[in-house]
């Protein structure tokens, strides 16, 4: 792959990072990655606007428009005639001293990664249609008050920890619980819930607001499917006729099981199977063309 870094396209083998970089030294930095399918970069626009609220709130600079940024990431693309696939862009804080002042960071690094849709052998599990085994686990999403949850950071500590639990104890996928014992997310992906025809899913104040998430909302809405954003427990998960998750890498993946109880009758449930075709649907017809 030709890797788009600080001003120059270089292949992988090329690109480095300083290991005086404070994205890698502290996580101090935010991304955002967005599927590329049928030669269109699906919702860019919103991942723009998304990267750049996350870097107001860091405080980073970048010498780039969001409109300049996005012939970037296009160009990428074309250098690498990806059609199909993913592309991550990362901005952390830049290369400085190993300290914890920001001031030490002169400039930001700004990389842009293509991908190829194809998982590697060992967690493709995670990334299949349907994910079968989903535990709730101990680790709990680190509260807005501390750091807040829309941020898209480098930092995704708290999600993997929630994953190795996951995996430790068997299972495909993790979901999250907040500090009071509600549902907030898996460790890449928004949850959702059909109870009775109804979508549900948890309120954006200590989740990621996702765009897959954001575009399943705006697709039930325009079905006439009723769907409320509103706190859920483990005992709605158990009880739900329906779960899936939602994300950029996954789309929309049904939930057979969680916590050892299996979920509605039919997996893919009637409604997740008809958001799920037409959210795959969109993507084939949707986006900003490469070309």
Do not use: W
Not at 16 to 24: V, Y
Not at 99 to 107: F, S, T, V
Request: proline fraction near 5%; glycine fraction near 8%; hydrophobic fraction near 40%.
């Amino acid at each position: 792959m030709i890797i788009y870094l600080n001003g120059n396209f270089v292949s992988e083998e090329e690109a480095k990072i300083s290991p005086f970089d404070h994205g890698f030294l502290y996580g101090d930095g935010v991304f955002e990655s967005m599927v590329v399918t049928n030669g269109l970069v699906f919702k860019l626009d919103q991942h723009l606007k998304r990267l750049y609220d996350s870097l107001t709130v860091l405080k980073i600079k970048i010498p780039f428009s969001k409109d300049e940024l996005k012939k970037l990431v296009l160009e990428t693309l074309r250098r690498n005639n990806l059609r199909d696939g993913y592309v991550r862009l990362v901005v952390s804080r830049g290369v400085g001293y190993p300290a914890l002042d920001p001031r030490a960071c002169e400039k930001p690094t700004i990389v842009i990664i293509p991908s190829t849709k194809t998982f590697p052998q060992s967690f493709r599990g995670s990334y299949s249609d349907i994910i079968d085994k989903v535990v709730t686990v101990s680790t709990r999403k680190i509260p807005s008050v501390c750091i807040e949850a829309r941020v898209k950071s480098l930092n995704y500590l708290n999600n993997i920890l929630a994953r190795i639990e996951a995996l430790e104890a068997g299972a495909n996928e993790a979901i999250m619980l907040d500090l009071h014992g509600f549902v907030t997310e898996g460790p890449g992906e928004n949850v959702f819930i059909v109870k009775l025809g109804c979508l549900y899913t948890p309120p954006t104040h200590n989740i990621l607001n996702g765009i897959t998430r954001q575009t399943v909302l705006e697709l039930a809405k325009n079905m006439g499917i009723k769907a409320y954003e509103q706190n859920l427990t483990r005992y709605d998960l158990y009880t739900a006729d329906e779960a899936f998750f939602t994300s950029t890498f996954g789309g929309i993946k049904p939930i057979r099981e969680i916590d050892g109880r299996k979920i509605g009758l039919k997996v893919p449930g009637p409604i997740t199977e008809k958001l799920k075709k037409a959210y795959e649907s969109l993507l084939l017809k949707e986006g900003t063309p490469i070309e």
